[in-house]
Nanobody, 126 residues
Framework: QVQLVESGGGLVHSGGSLRLSCAASGRIYTSYVMGWFRQAPGKEREFVAGIQWIAFNTYYADSVKGRFSIAVDDAKRTVYLEMTNLKSEDTAVYYC???????????????????WGQGTQVTVSS
């Protein structure tokens, strides 16, 4: 079983930056795909960024491309989401997710992922 715990959320002004962390425990294999999703009030949960646990292939939603960056620190068993130039529309609860077996494809759907964290709130004030 895999447990995911997010941290790093908070309140930031428009144009500011935040780094979210997702600490993973349990059995993590290199085949795992890690993703960040977000959910704003009244909206569906949406894909933000994804990465295979040990790989260089990353992919992003168009809305965050060039502003957000996802990375894995295998030694710390932690996935990061570096967010820069934040906008008010980035306000949401951000969730970390893990897919047990990836084949190098991009996984952008909520249904693709097997394990979820509890979420961390990010609020961007304009």
């Amino acid at each position: 079983q895999v447990q995911l715990v997010e941290s790093g959320g908070g309140l930031v002004h428009s144009g500011g930056s935040l780094r979210l962390s997702c600490a993973a425990s349990g059995r993590i294999y290199t085949s795992y795909v890690m993703g960040w999703f977000r959910q704003a009030p009244g909206k569906e949960r949406e894909f933000v960024a994804g990465i295979q646990w040990i790989a260089f292939n990353t992919y992003y939603a168009d809305s965050v491309k060039g502003r957000f960056s996802i990375a894995v620190d295998d030694a710390k068993r932690t996935v990061y989401l570096e967010m820069t130039n934040l906008k008010s529309e980035d306000t949401a609860v951000y969730y970390c997710a893990a897919k047990v077996l990836g084949d190098g494809s991009e996984y952008r759907s909520v249904r693709d992922y097997d394990h979820w964290g509890q979420g961390t709130q990010v609020t961007v004030s304009s």
